[in-house]
């Protein structure tokens, strides 16, 4: 099957907006959580977060500001703060849940059935049913010129894990953790780990140091 | 188990690396393939790709200048064309051994495997041996001031996939393509689909529409 620009622009709205979502392959599903200065709670639901670096700690995403989201994205503008918060198999249905148009008003928490933790000072509220928990500090927002979205970039100043997550070499098994991988826009996965390849080098074979 | 930026700052590299590198959740695992103008093909590994919208459709990735990835840049700025091809676990082994630090006379291509494939008039090597495959063309390219990473914006303008993935409603089952997600810098995962949840609205439930 072959779609070009052309014909890409021909699909009916729904139909293309289905297939673009799909073509990155999987995403994270991570619920960002925010509390206006008059304190207001947020959850939202997010499938763009993606690595920037590990020295200092930085990660981004993004947002659409006339979306759902765009009560996260004025919170964590005004404060400066955010969480994320991985979804597992448990909270799949509250998770998806966030993505609805709730007003200003209801809390996404309180209306999914899903918990605010604060913890360590931070400004913003946890999820307490997850079992990955980042603290974020936002360090600058980003209106994308080509088509009104918005990079946000925020370092990690804070991570909550469940215990027996990390390895020994700092990589945290978030299968173990039952985090899910989202597909499309309403897709969700458990994953099984086919194995750990060894770091890649020119005169060495590729190799799996574990399964 | 905590960490905040000071325990996090003051573990081993290596540790922080995978540590942070797994905290995003599970990623997308796309091969790049690009041509430099002088007929050099490249082709590496690449975690960071997001989606950006669906009109137009548009994709972002991010990259380090100084990594492997460096003539993947090159090339994709000096040309303006990529490909993106999703990794399924056929080629596990071979797409994880592009991101070896090969010469740049070397073909990661010929060095791994996997064969280049020109459709479409398209400047830019598919790779062959995978489903779902995408002609990318570069709308901009911006380095990040926070840590000098590139951000890459670019265009869907070809689309092809193999028969039989692509949905009624255009979603596309990447799952059914054995696309595998990525977790840190070297976990590959097959996934298992939970379900798919209806459109979100304040006054339903959640609900599978599928499993």
Request: net charge negative.
């Amino acid at each position: 099957m072959h779609f070009n620009t052309q014909s890409l622009d021909a699909l009916p709205k729904t139909t293309r907006v289905n297939l673009i979502n799909s073509l990155t392959g999987f995403k994270s599903a991570n619920l960002i959580g925010t509390r206006s200065n008059n304190g207001q709670e947020n959850l939202s639901i997010v499938g763009s977060c993606f690595h920037l670096g590990a020295d200092p700690a930085l990660m981004g995403m993004i947002i659409r500001p006339h979306s759902v989201d765009r009560h996260s994205l004025e919170y964590l503008q005004e404060t400066g703060y955010f969480t994320l918060n991985h979804v597992h198999e448990g909270i799949i249905g509250a998770a998806h849940q966030t993505s609805a148009r709730y007003p200003r008003e209801v809390s996404e928490f309180g209306a999914t059935g899903l918990t605010p933790l604060y913890s360590h000072d931070f400004p913003a509220p946890f999820v307490a049913e997850s079992r990955i928990r980042l603290g974020m500090k936002v360090i600058e927002t980003q209106d994308l010129a080509v088509n009104g979205t918005v990079l946000v970039i925020a370092a990690i100043e804070h991570v909550l894990l469940a215990q027996g997550l990390m390895a020994s070499d700092g990589y945290v098994d978030v299968e173990e953790a039952g985090t899910v991988a989202l597909s499309g826009l309403d897709s969700y996965h458990l994953t099984r780990r086919v194995g750990r390849w060894r770091y890649a080098k020119p005169d060495l074979t590729p190799q799996k140091i574990s399964d």
